[in-house]
Structures are given as structure tokens and as C-alpha cells.
């Protein structure tokens, strides 16, 4: 049978096709998806508290409070599907947040904050840099999560000196006069900064490149825990956790 050839013998091996592999984010989703989650409250945590109104007896004055038998932990569900979760984003159309508040220090540390530059009433040169210097106090600054992934999706946390963690903001606002008492509006705004650096001697500071207008400023403080939720202080009569200072530039 010279001069024939035959495939007798030979394995013939279809060329083999690696699967796609997952993208490191699907992983992490569909590792996500995976873990077991549960839905039961741990009976230590229960707050019998939440089942009073403040209202029995009644008292003058006062608004009854919501109540709840399982902590609020489905309070978002009644508001589904009109308001959607917060779900660690900035909304602006308005959400629902399921995160508890968290840890809440002592009276003997809650935060509070000074400006040092510019300083109250002050008048700056319009349109050069300054730097805004604030002083902080019991606040474990420099703890700044993902804003864009994270917002408001943690509890507040204490270190273990039980300053709050987190960080603080600095807004500018422009204002008609230094005597204007016409409540601003706070989606307009000339200058915000959130600063995710640790004290420095107390402080922390941004600069101002290229400064602000002629003009008369409103210039706040905005502290915040980890998470950028506001602060929660353990009373409702404290001062000021935050300061404002008003300038001028000329």
C-alpha cells in the first residue's frame, strides 16, 4: 500500500478553548453575592427604648417620636420603592440609609473646631492664595472613606481614646453683605474642600489657590466621621461641634 498515508493511530486533539476568566470586580461581586447574610437582630442589641414615643403621658410641646419592635431595621423597606436606598452613594434626589448610627462618645469628647486663618471678620487681598488653617479638638482626623462607594454606609467609630473617627470639611460661601440675614441657599457654594490629612499640631489645613473675589464670605467647618455623616454627640445641649467665621476681600 506504498504511497498511501493514513491517520491510523494519531490522536487527533481539538484545540482546547480557555474559558473566559472573571474580572477581578466580577469576582469580588459574585463573591459577594455568595456570603450568607443574615437577617436576625442579636437579642443584646434589642433597645426597648425605641417601643416609647416620649408621649405616655403626654407632655406639652413635644412631638410623639417613631417607634419600633425590631430596632427600625426595615424602616427603608416602607419607603421602597419611591425613595431608593442610600446604598453608599450621593443622591441628590433624596434616599433611604439603613446604617445604625454607630458609636457616640462621651460628653468630655465631643468635637468641636476654631478657625485660625482667615480669622473672624478678617479682610484678605481678593484673588491670591491663602491657606485655611482650622484647629480641631477630640476629633481622630484623617479617616476619609471612598465618598463615591462608601457615603454614609458605616456606623460612626471611637479610637481608643474615644475620639471619633473621622475627618473634617471646609466651605466657603459668598454672601451679599457681611450683614445679610437672608438664609443661603446650600447647593451654591464658591469653595469646598474635604481634608483627609491628619492634625498636624492640632490643625489641619487646604489651601485656597487663587483665593476668592471682591466680596463678603461665609466660611464653615463640616465635621464628619469616617463615613462623611455628620458627627453624633451623646446630649442635645453641647456647643457648636463646628465653627463659622466671616471675611471680607478686598
Known sequence: MGGMSSDRGRVLTPQMQ???QPSQQQSRKQSRSRRPRSAAIDPRVFQEGFLNNGQNPPVDGKSPSLTSENNF???CARTLPQTPLTNGKQIPGGSCNGAPMGLIPST???PSAKFVNP???ATIRANEDFDIVLNLRNLDAGHFTNA???YFSAP???NAQGEIIGHTHVVIEALPSLTSTEASDPNE?????GINSPLVDGAVSTPVTGGVPEGAYRMCSQNAAANHQPVVVPVAQHGSVDDCVYFTAV
Open 148 to 150: 463615591q462607594e462608601t
Open 108 to 110: 468630655k469628647h465631643m
Open 18 to 20: 480557555t474559558p473566559p
Open 73 to 75: 431595621i426595615n424602616f
Open 156 to 158: 460612626q467609630q471611637l
Open 189 to 193: 457654594f464658591f469653595f469646598f474642600k
Open 119 to 121: 480669622p473672624n471678620l
